[in-house]
């Protein structure tokens, strides 16, 4: 009975690793099933430049990108456009008030609540002034079936004078967006992109190269040749988030720099602490590279209670994060992913119905923020909530500081 | 409402009794409850002086209803199984993956791609199966676990999204005839065919036998076994006709398709269509009515702008509160807990709990739960 | 209530101190329970032969300061399953309970006990209500614990805006952070591993009491247990009410261990279920002991660690957990059905299948900008 038991728990574990194997006709993938995979796996991770995330003439441009000088007003980088290359908009000029429709893959991070925060009180504006008669939005929570039916539900019916779409994922949301665009009202895609270029424009900031390049580039500075670096990451398969990644992964690989490990975190402070904790108890960790600030702090603290000297560290522009580096006074980077992008698909609408010009693709300045900006951002801050995001460029709306603060 | 009547399940010879018409009853509930949420959806939708029943809304209703649909039909066998499966979400991530990196863009692999992405969830569903019948781990950990096995392939085996669907097969999610989306004309297909073997067909039956009291049920000579692997067989396939739709809509596959929840969605469809969680008791049509509910909850709250996170609220103090109108007339009165049902009329007031189950002789009270940790 | 009491110990499922040594031993070893032991031993050597310096003081300590919220969210939900049902709800309790803390107190030290008196009874609150609905208006805990896990995650965002806002203080945050003595760096005993210890201590009491026995008798039959005079519906909601109390604790915990995050308390529920059931605890109730539940928490997050030390890819790691967590307990299901199966008898009673109210993960949403 008991060996009948054994043996049929190998036959059906043997029976999944085979169907696992079966399954994999990607012609670039190799077989996996158990031992296999974990192979497949470290490759992968040993290979980020090569990685199916990297393409070299994107890396190149975006971090060429980085000391591009924008064209537009200084103070209001959410207007600024890198090598924009104009289209014309006559076509959609409209007067009177019109419907704006927002197709948002969701507000589950901090990062999409302080920027949709930015964006309504943008709305709020053009609502003043009677250009923005009623402003629709249909929240997908993460789900990408559901945005494609909120954004075929816009198209469908048929009265939104312009639909800004931010897709939770670029592929699968390829199909929904062309079909929107089909439909003749103007579309905004920003943040994520899709694979087309059938929208009027398509705004976000430099990228994820550049970010990821970022604090890549800084870690290796400031540390010596031979130095060992963690990498803490959000999930696995997010483009935005492996280009990040791969372009660390290259910097990474290209300099004495070790990398001791990169794990998978979902931004939860407790994982963070713990993963850190281990790290620090098999050896010294002397810099951390994160794909997104979520929980950087914990990292932090995982050092002060081991009672290691702080890191040299790349977080973001979140503030609890900033408000740590600045009490510790450690070496760090605030690495950023312009939140202030949330504003300009608003008024792009507004361009657009105006039939003024626009970038075909609208390329936002992106710059990390240093230790000798920290004070002054900080201090222009200083009443957020911690979970607030320094460059959300929206100090100059109505609503400033409430909006923010009371959210 | 009438339809609602032919779905009434056989009441599988010895195993669970009951008047056939508090049956009834129960898939009627499920179906007055969505009529009531239509009708104070529609009630709020023109007091915004908007339609509900526009094309454009039920259409959205419609294609929110077809993928959840699939999974909540497959779920509904297994739970009258009294098992259940957390797997789904991962076996409709994975077989949109294989069906759209095996046609690869070539409408001539359709059907190489149909086959390939239904073969490996049929596959998993037979893992499922053999693990919770041969091996007795729960349903919950069983499934779970291989879950996890299938989310550590796919996240180390695929980096975001792969494959590409040819246009052919993305009509499959987006061709519509007149309001009506195909994929809920091949829902219909797979309900009827759902109900047919439920209600008509011996596997179906003992599916019901099996859920109501296994012991009986094998002591009446069914194969329990095989009953809990066809259903977990029939739970895996229509994840991955699932899988296959969200594909034809993505034009593309995606692992992350796993953290959708529909795992967690088709249960609370399952238990929302009236049919029980300990199994033996329900109706596919009734799942239907409850993936219905859902769907038209997530129609009026798009329509009527609700911010996210209210949804999430009502949409929990909705579930509860729709499962508590119908919870207390599915049990039986004459045991507060249905699986008891056999138990209570051989066990009298003041023997233990050490009454034991059927076919438990032993005074040593090893009751059914003994070994299925 | 507690007339049933003597018929529910043939199970053994009492706490294992119960008794003299020698049937502790034959207890632990006879079935399941002794599985998640040899389990915890296992991972524990494997660690330290990968890693000899994990068996130093403070490496153990940070591990079991680590380990201790999951350990005290087993505590709850064991008193949950064990009387037969479920608690989806508790992760979601955590991430509101953290988050409740961060508004209210707001770096305001002189908040700090007023607020922890608030949020226990908030967590009493909720256990209530989920022990209400699940017993008076008969909805399974399934359903109740899944619905109140929704309408806690979408609340607290409501209430805060989408995102936490405000800060713990220090006085907070020692009790998941700190330690005695209260020297950061050095050796020292986590506060949290002694609040561990004492709930587990309490929870080793409270099942040896009549209340206890009564739970595990509901779980076992609730039938049987209410025809010997037990009011089920008030053990089960007391059930309840423990699972709500443990789950602020730990998230005083974690909320102290790790700070306030968005993403706190995500996924922590089916944790929780998966160390309870690795702990030989059975889901539907009426099996199991709360010491081996705590040793499933202490052995699932044992793994978790292993893996890091491994240096296992971290997206194949689900994998492993999952052949780990079915092979685990498919072998602690055997030797139990060969022993107790009453020879030639025509029926094993088993029910394969049998689960009366499951749970799902919640897998963390993207959390990519």
């Not at chain 1, 589950?108 to 402003?135: A, C, D, H």
């Not at chain 1, 198209?155 to 665009?181: F, H, K, Q, R, W």
């Not at chain 2, 596959?253 to 269509?273: C, E, K, M, Q, W």
Request: aromatic letters at 8%; hydrophobic letters at 45%.
């Amino acid at each position: 009975m008991r060996r009948s038991r054994v043996l049929m728990a190998g036959a059906a574990t043997a029976a999944l690793l085979f169907t696992a194997a079966c399954s994999t006709d990607v012609p670039d993938a190799p077989a996996g099933g158990g031992e296999t995979a974990a192979e497949a796996g470290e490759e992968a991770s040993e290979s980020g430049a090569n990685s199916e995330w990297f393409v070299q003439a994107d890396y190149d441009r975006q971090l060429a990108q980085r000391t591009a000088v924008p064209e537009g007003p200084a103070e209001q980088p959410w207007l600024q456009a890198i090598d924009p290359e104009y289209v014309d908009t006559a076509q959609y000029a409209k007067e009177g008030g019109k419907k704006l429709c927002f197709s948002n893959a969701s507000v589950s991070n901090p990062w999409r609540v302080t920027g949709f925060i930015t964006m309504q009180q943008q709305v709020e504006v053009l609502k003043t002034s009677g250009e923005i008669s009623e402003f629709r939005v249909s929240d997908a929570a993460d789900d990408d079936n559901k945005q494609i039916s909120d954004i075929q539900a816009f198209v469908e019916a048929g009265d939104c004078d312009a639909i800004i779409i931010s897709p939770s994922t670029t592929a699968t949301l390829t199909p929904a967006v062309e079909a929107a665009c089909e439909s003749g009202k103007p579309v905004i895609v920003f943040d994520r992109g899709v694979n087309s270029d059938c929208m009027v424009t398509y705004i976000h900031p430099i990228g994820g190269y550049a970010y990821g390049a970022d604090g890549a580039e800084f870690l290796v500075e400031n540390l010596e040749p031979g130095s060992k670096v963690l990498a803490l990451r959000i999930l696995p398969g997010v483009d935005v988030l492996e280009n990040r990644w791969a372009a660390a992964d290259k910097i990474f690989s290209e300099s004495d720099i070790e990398v001791v490990g990169q794990e998978f975190t979902g931004g939860d402070g407790a994982k963070i602490k713990d993963i850190v904790t281990q790290y620090l108890q098999r050896g010294d960790v002397d810099g951390i590279w994160m794909d997104a600030g979520d929980g950087a702090v914990a990292a932090v603290e995982a050092f002060e209670d081991a009672g290691k000297p702080y890191p040299v560290f790349m977080g973001e522009d979140e503030l609890s994060f900033m408000r740590k580096w600045q009490e510790t006074d450690m070496t760090a980077l605030g690495a950023v992913y312009s939140n202030f992008q949330w504003r300009t698909p608003i008024l792009a609408a507004q361009k657009i119905w105006n039939g003024e010009q626009v970038p075909a693709e609208w390329v936002l300045p992106q710059s990390p923020i240093t230790g000798e900006d920290l004070d002054a951002y900080l201090e222009a801050n200083k009443d957020m909530p911690s979970l607030h995001y320094a460059k959300f460029g929206g100090e100059d709306l109505p609503g400033y500081p409430e909006a923010w603060t009371n959210r | 409402m009438s339809t609602a009547v032919s779905t009434a399940s056989p009441r599988a010879g010895s195993v669970t009794s009951g008047p056939r018409r508090r049956r009834l009853g129960s898939t009627g509930i499920v179906y007055l409850a969505l009529v009531g949420i239509l009708a104070v959806s529609a009630g709020l939708v023109a007091a915004q002086g908007g339609s509900f029943f526009s094309q454009g809304n039920l259409f959205y209703l419609l294609s929110q209803t077809s993928l959840l649909g699939f999974v909540a039909i497959g779920q509904t066998f297994v739970i009258l199984c009294k098992s259940l499966d957390l797997s789904v979400g991962y076996v409709v991530a994975w077989s949109s993956l294989v069906a759209a990196t095996t046609m690869a863009g070539d409408p001539s692999r359709i059907w190489l791609g149909v086959v390939a992405a239904l073969a490996v969830a049929a596959g998993v569903g037979l893992v499922n199966g053999l693990v919770i019948s041969k091996l007795r781990v729960n349903s919950f950990i069983a499934t779970l676990g291989v879950g996890l096995i299938i989310k550590g392939y796919l996240d180390t085996q695929y980096k975001g999204p792969s494959g590409e669907i040819p246009k052919a097969f993305q009509g499959f999610g987006y061709t519509r005839i007149g309001p009506v989306p195909v994929s809920v004309i091949v829902l219909a297909v797979v309900m009827v065919l759902g109900v047919v073997l439920l209600t008509r067909t011996r596997p179906g039956y003992h599916m019901f036998a099996v859920g109501g009291n296994i012991d009986v049920a094998r002591l009446s000579g069914i194969r329990t076994d095989r009953s809990i692997i066809l259903a977990h067989v029939l739970c895996s396939l229509c994840a991955g006709v699932a899988g296959l739709l969200i594909a034809a809509r993505f034009g593309t596959g995606n692992a992350l398709v796993y953290t959708y929840g529909y795992d967690l969605n088709s249960i609370a469809a399952v238990v929302l269509g009236g049919t029980l969680l300990m199994g033996g008791r329900g109706s596919i049509l009734g799942t239907i009515a409850g993936v219905l509910i859902l769907a038209s909850l997530d129609t009026v709250f798009n329509v009527l702008d609700v911010s996210p996170f209210f949804k999430d609220v009502l949409r929990g103090a909705i579930i509860i509160a729709a499962v508590a109108m119908y919870a207390r007339r599915q049990i039986d009165p004459a045991s507060s807990r249905a699986r008891f049902r056999a138990l209570g009329r051989s066990v009298g007031p003041g023997s233990g709990p050490d009454g034991g189950g059927p076919g438990s002789a032993s005074p040593t009270s090893t009751t059914g739960k003994e070994a299925t940790r | 209530m507690s007339a049933s009491t003597p018929a529910t110990s043939p199970s053994g499922t009492q706490a294992p101190t119960r008794g003299g040594f020698s049937r502790w031993v034959q207890r632990v070893t006879s079935g399941s329970t002794w599985t998640v032991y040899a389990l915890l031993i296992v991972v524990f050597v494997a660690i330290l032969v990968m890693n000899p310096s994990f068996g130093e003081p403070m490496s153990i300590m940070a591990f079991l300061k680590k380990a201790a919220p999951l350990i005290v969210l087993a505590i709850g939900q064991y008193f949950v399953i064990v009387s037969g049902e479920f608690d989806l709800s508790v992760g979601s309790l955590v991430g509101a309970q953290v988050v409740i803390a961060a508004k209210l107190i707001d770096g305001e030290e002189s908040m700090t006990w007023p607020v922890i008196g608030l949020m226990v009874l908030f967590g009493l609150g909720v256990g209530l209500v989920n022990g209400l609905i699940v017993t008076l208006l008969k909805v399974p805990s399934f359903i109740t614990t899944l619905g109140m896990m929704l309408v806690l995650y979408g609340a607290i965002r409501l209430w805060t805006g989408g995102a936490p806002t405000g800060s713990l203080t220090e006085g907070f945050r020692q009790w998941g952070r700190g330690g005695l003595p209260d020297t950061p760096g050095q050796f020292q005993v986590p506060y949290a591993v002694l609040i561990t210890v004492v709930l587990g201590v309490v929870a080793v009491v409270v099942m040896r009491r009549p209340f206890g026995r009564t739970l595990v008798a509901t779980g076992d039959n609730d039938v049987a247990a209410a025809f010997s005079g037990t009011a089920v519906w008030w053990v089960r909601t007391r059930a309840f009410l423990f699972s709500g109390f443990m789950a602020t604790v730990a998230g005083i915990l974690i909320g102290g261990y790790a700070g306030v995050t968005a993403q706190v308390g995500e996924g922590l529920e089916f944790m929780a279920i998966t160390a309870v059931v690795l702990g030989g605890v059975v889901l539907g109730g009426g099996r199991g002991s709360v010491v081996a539940a705590m040793a499933g928490a202490l052995t699932l997050d044992a793994l978790f660690t292993l893996f890091n030390q491994l240096s296992l890819p971290s997206t194949i790691r689900p994998a492993v957990q999952g052949v780990i967590i079915i092979a685990a307990v498919a072998y602690a299901a055997m030797p139990r059905r060969s022993r107790t199966a009453p020879p030639g008898a025509p029926s094993s009673p088993t029910t394969p299948a049998g689960v009366p109210e499951p749970t799902v993960p919640k897998e963390p949403q993207p959390a990519a900008p």
